[in-house]
């Protein structure tokens, strides 16, 4: 098992939306492997939660579908606190919206870095 697919998804978000901004802590053990839910941001540790599903080796379009989760956490994070909590009881298709746009506007960059086409890292957008 590998990181290395989550390691350059963050590289390239960072990169590219550095006002998204990374948690400090990276959990991979929390969620069921099985289980629906995908992703989690926790603002209290500031942790960005992923489905241990990611650690396997991934097709291109599972890796699309991590960098959207990882977009959509994101965007959580920088949510004000009031709209993580909010949000974490309710659907929230405004960010479910911006994080597939995100995904398509990064996605060839990060499929470029993850092929080891762009040697020289992510550039900003």
């Not at 959509?72 to 949000?87: I, T, V, Y």
Request: charged share 25%; proline share 8%.
């Amino acid at each position: 098992m590998t990181r290395r697919d989550i390691d350059l998804a963050l590289e390239v978000v960072q990169a590219h939306l550095p006002g998204l901004g990374i948690p400090k802590r990276l959990c991979t053990r929390r969620l069921a492997a099985s289980g629906r839910v995908v992703g989690q941001y926790r603002w209290h540790s500031d942790t960005l939660r992923l489905n241990p599903r990611y650690l396997a080796p991934l097709s291109e379009a599972d890796a699309l579908d991590l960098l959207d989760t990882v977009l959509h956490e994101l965007l959580h994070k920088a949510s004000p606190l009031w709209k993580q909590l909010r949000d974490s009881f309710r659907p929230h298709p405004d960010i479910w919206k911006q994080a597939e746009a995100l995904a398509a506007r990064l996605g060839p960059a990060y499929l470029a870095r993850r092929r080891g086409d762009d040697p020289a890292g992510p550039r900003q957008a």
